[in-house]
């Protein structure tokens, strides 16, 4: 089978990419490893599942009868709300008849004399096609740690991104999660509610900020929809796509106390991933961290009623935001029920998993289940799972063994005509991913219209616009707290993984001039060829 476009994916990205593409009037076929659409939002059903960007930032944008028609219920969505937008977009811009579910993408090669790219699935079908879009997802490959003994646990045991769909009853059942970052955190209060008795393994406390949640009512959503347009340009202009407005105080240390402690008060109170923006410094002035850093433990210990738990909870050691900032509902107060359990694994670390449970280097613990809310390979390790092989047979795991890197985080040099939706060296997940993916998608669509129009077939990028781009990515890292902490998003979290930031942190409304910038000048430091160069 022969295709103009094949996508990687039908989660948000690929979606998207699939009706943009077809609106060139190109022919296009999506694999999809899973039997639905929705990508992250159809793997993520563990309890508590929800995105923590509100819900009327975290949608397309690209077509305003589709924002019109969607009607939000909740501040931040939940995974089944969420799983039901993707499959309404599938079904409203008839997207399923090009999607072929239950299909990993195995392996990609391109093929110097066709230009073409040829694709193997695990259906042991091979297709080709002129362009090759990866829209794999940025946290889809999921780490589970191998802990010795794993493999003799008589009880279950499950990642949270590979929850089933009917569920798992944890009634009567005595839990172990491993694991306290965004997920972690999501799904503890909502397991304790039902396990006999929940273990939490926490190796990194970590920061967390309320949600504040709530349910939309008809005035809010009506204004909601008066005001997508209005958003659609404050996204434009917010460093993360946000449709909030910035900072009133640009500095924690530039206002009197009673003002900084009324402005980190009101943003408490607003809750959510805002609040790393509570003064325009937080994640760049060391001083200003630590005054807002210290406002949340001190608002957190009052949450918890065991002083000793509070300090296995608190003892942070990392600025706020470092980390990717976690949005709790409920989640230290999960603490104060006499069914739950925190073990510190960072003082007494997990030894192994044994037949009854799990034994750290302090105690044994009798488990029915545990759960691994132990997070992902990020930004690389879809890609990476698939052997993709660019000119020569270059393999995208040997250009990348040292470190990832992409023109844009969208070409990589050696892989002509190959696409990625938020690749490294773009802002990818440090971002409102939705909006960074819209923006990624319309911007290769637009390439692919300037080929079309010019009769060129074959795009790649320059090696030296490559490695100068890599280089400022990694010197705006290197100026973040973000690039000095340990976590997956340097890559720490994963054994042998090439350590360091792949993401753009320049900011997104930076990144999107830049890549408009560089469009308007004949698409500079991409190297085209056209068709009469056959
Ligand atoms: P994560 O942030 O990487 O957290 C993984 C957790 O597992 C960490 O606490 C980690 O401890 C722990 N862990 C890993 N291996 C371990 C081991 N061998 N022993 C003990 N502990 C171990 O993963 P995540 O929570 O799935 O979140 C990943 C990202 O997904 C988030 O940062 C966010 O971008 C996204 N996400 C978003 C939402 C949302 O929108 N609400 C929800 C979930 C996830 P260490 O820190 O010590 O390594």
Redesign the pocket.
């Given at each position: 089978m022969e295709f103009d476009v094949v996508i990687i994916g039908a989660g948000a990205a690929g979606l998207y990419a699939l009706h943009r593409v077809r609106g060139l009037g190109l022919s296009a076929k999506v694999f999809e490893k899973g039997d639905g659409v929705g990508g992250t939002w159809y793997w993520?059903r563990y309890p508590g599942?929800?995105?923590?960007?509100e819900s009327w930032d975290y949608c397309y944008t690209f077509s305003e009868e589709l924002e019109q028609e969607w009607e939000w219920t909740e501040r931040f969505p939940t995974q089944p709300e969420l799983e039901r937008y993707f499959n309404h977009v599938a079904d409203r811009f008839d997207l399923r008849r090009d999607i072929e579910f239950n299909t990993r993408v195995d392996q990609a090669r391109f093929d110097e004399d066709q230009n073409r790219w040829l694709i193997n699935t695990s259906t042991g079908n091979t297709v080709s096609a002129r362009f090759l879009i990866s829209a794999a997802g940025c946290?889809s490959e999921v780490?589970t740690?191998r802990?010795k003994g794993a493999e003799t646990f008589a009880g279950q045991q499950i990642h949270?991104a590979r929850w089933p769909k009917g569920g798992i009853d944890v009634t009567d059942k005595r839990v172990g999660v491993?694991?306290?970052?965004?997920?972690?955190v999501?799904a503890i209060p909502q397991l304790a509610k039902q396990a006999e008795h929940l273990f939490v393994?926490?190796?990194?406390p970590q920061f967390a900020i309320p949600a504040r949640n709530r349910p939309i009512d008809a005035d809010q959503l009506e204004e909601l929809k008066h005001n997508y347009r209005e958003r659609w340009e404050l996204k434009k202009a917010s460093p993360v796509g946000m449709g909030r407005r910035p900072p009133e105080v640009s500095s924690a240390l530039e206002v009197d106390e009673a003002t900084r402690t009324r402005v980190m008060e009101d943003s408490w109170a607003l809750g959510g991933p805002g609040f790393a923006g509570t003064f325009g410094d937080v994640m760049t002035n060391a001083e200003s961290n630590q005054i807002t850093s210290q406002f949340v433990l001190d608002k957190i210990r009052k949450k918890i009623d065991d002083p000793s738990v509070a300090d296995s909870l608190l003892e942070i050691d990392h600025p706020l935001g470092a980390r990717?900032l976690i949005?709790e509902i409920d989640y230290f107060e999960t603490y104060n029920r006499r069914n739950v359990t925190l073990v510190d694994?960072a003082a007494a670390p997990?030894e192994e998993i044994t037949l009854q449970g799990l034994r750290t280097t302090e105690g044994t613990y009798d488990l029915d289940l545990i759960i691994y809310?132990?997070?992902?390979d990020g930004m690389t390790g879809a890609l990476l799972a698939m052997d993709i092989r660019g000119v020569y047979g270059l393999p995208l795991r040997g250009k990348w063994a040292n470190g990832a890197g992409a023109y844009l985080g969208l070409v990589a040099s050696g892989f002509p005509n190959f696409f990625m939706i938020t690749g490294p060296g773009s802002p990818a997940?440090f971002s409102n991913v939705i909006f960074s993916i819209e923006q990624h998608v319309d911007w290769i669509t637009d390439c692919l219209g300037h080929m079309l129009d010019h009769d060129l077939d074959r795009i790649d990028a320059d090696p030296d616009a490559e490695a100068e781009w890599t280089r400022q990515v990694d010197e705006i890292a290197a100026q973040t707290i973000i690039g000095k902490t340990d976590?997956?998003w340097t890559g720490s979290?994963i054994e042998g993984k090439p350590q360091g930031v792949t993401f753009y942190l320049g900011g997104t409304h930076t990144y999107r001039a830049i890549c408009e910038e560089i469009a308007a000048q004949n698409y500079e430091g991409f190297v085209f060829r056209s068709v009469d160069e056959r």
């Open positions: 993520n599942a929800r995105c923590d960007v946290l780490n740690p802990l949270t491993i694991g306290t970052g965004s997920t972690g999501q393994f926490q190796r990194t990717r949005v694994v997990i809310a132990t997070g992902f997940v976590s997956w979290n």
